[in-house]
């Protein structure tokens, strides 16, 4: 038990358990090994981070912005000192390489705690005269606000809910993905030893229970979820029952475009960023690589090449750059997929199965070409490291077919001619977009998605309005005229 927490949930300030609850095992994807066993929280458990959540956010709310910042930035001062142990818990919890986690992970989550601990005392109302008469605003907290968490960036998306909820003045209940239970304690028990009061950022464990549990409470306000859109249908009607506030990080299939004028090596190199980093396993990922039919050939065989030459490993190993699949199921999941793709026709450029390691929940980084709109790689998530490549031959028909699509959360497009990449992300109906980049996602930038891929938006100064709600006050300066 290499990975063992102190207990299962962090709440009001300390390490709390309930051995009652049914066991969630936390294996290291590389191995198969179990490194943890949590439990799931039981009625009690999240009974005391609700009552203990709202208490503690009455006096938090009333806190002077610039004293919540301080706290905040001392966390993120401890998660930078601490970079290294935490990636190696980050990488254990989710097989994803060190290389990756010790500038990915926990750095983008420091990142969005100081944006926001430096941005909310810059949150002010606005005054609205009206020759004598005037209104104010003021911007609250909502309040309790859930965050719950997908298995992909597990401490990344408690910071990226964090941030801006505490800062903004409210309390945040977290439950992590059942797949990866561990690096949310290690946040809490951060903040707490920067100096937040107990209370305020509480994490506890579950499966779907816990989530609808936490969902559907009177005293939460705001619910925010990074998951499948399937599991947001449910998350966002249940929330909907209390109307309360939502935020919705889902799925995607995003199109990544690329034009024949375009700088191929880039391309290549993003369109693997974009399919391979984390394994595949990124919401955003360009998962539909539309290439112009005049560099086809050598987009595919540069791509064959490059793919080639991708280090699979064990992911402490800091030469590693592409670890297993986060588990089992996931394993399967993606196995069929590549099935699927060989039996309805796809071109197999590399890559097509399980690696070859003896142990873990491993595949090799792949591509398919000559996919079409209509085959199941080029309409459904897979989650994992598989390029699915179409042809195309014109701008207006690669709109309209990057565009058929229930999803929308982001899009790419590379071309030299920096007007016609403006004009097509005019047109592409997603929330983020890339011109001659890809995957990119700082948190000075809002991210989010449109269509089935979600609403609301994290990280910039859009999560403002997400954690926020306006108050309007009208003062009357002079008698009151009544006609009766
Ligand atoms: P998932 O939908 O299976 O689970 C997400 C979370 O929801 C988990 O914590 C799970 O326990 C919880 N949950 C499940 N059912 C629930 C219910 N009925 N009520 C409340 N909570 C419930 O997703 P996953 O497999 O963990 O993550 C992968 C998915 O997340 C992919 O679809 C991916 O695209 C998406 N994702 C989106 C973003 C984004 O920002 N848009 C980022 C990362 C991942």
Known sequence: MRAQPKASHFVNGDYVEDTAGAAIEVVYPATGEMIAVLHEATPAVIEAALSGAAAAQKAWGATRPVERARILRRAVDLIRARNEELSVLETLDTGKPVQETTVADW???????????????????????????????????????????????????????????????????????????????????????????????????????????????????????????????????????????????????????????????????????????????????????????????????????RTAAIRLGEPLDPETQLGPLVSEAQLQKVLGYMQIAKAEGARLICGGDRAALNTGFYVQPTAFADVTDDMTLAREEVFGPVMAILDFENEEEVITRANDTEFGLAAGVFTADLARGHRVVAQLQAGTCWINAYNLTPVEGPFGGVKSSGVGRENSRAAVEHYTQVKSVYVGMGPVDAPY
């Open 107 to 305: 750095p983008s989550g420091a990142d969005a705690l100081e944006y926001f601990a430096g941005l909310a005392p810059t949150v002010t109302g606005e005054t609205v005269p009206l020759g004598g008469d005037f209104v104010y605003t003021i911007r609250e907290p909502l309040g309790v606000c859930v965050g719950i968490g997908a298995w992909n960036y597990p401490s990344q998306i408690a910071c990226w809910k964090a941030a801006p909820a505490l800062s903004l003045g409210n309390a945040m209940i977290f439950k992590p993905s059942e797949v990866t239970p561990l690096g949310a304690l290690k946040l809490a028990e951060i903040l707490v030893e920067a100096g937040l009061p107990a209370g305020l950022f509480n994490v506890v464990q579950g499966r779907g229970t816990v989530g609808g549990a936490l969902v559907t409470d009177r005293r939460v306000a705001k619910v925010s979820l990074t998951g499948s859109v399937p599991t947001g249908r449910k998350v966002y009607a249940a929330a909907a029952e209390g109307i309360r506030h939502v935020t919705m990080e889902l799925g995607g299939k995003s199109p990544l475009i690329v034009f024949d004028d375009a700088d191929v090596e880039s391309a290549i190199g993003a369109a693997m960023l974009g399919n391979f980093y984390s394994t595949g396993q990124i919401c955003s990922n360009g998962t539909r690589v539309f290439v112009q039919k005049g560099i086809k050939e050598r987009f595919l065989s540069r791509l064959a090449e």
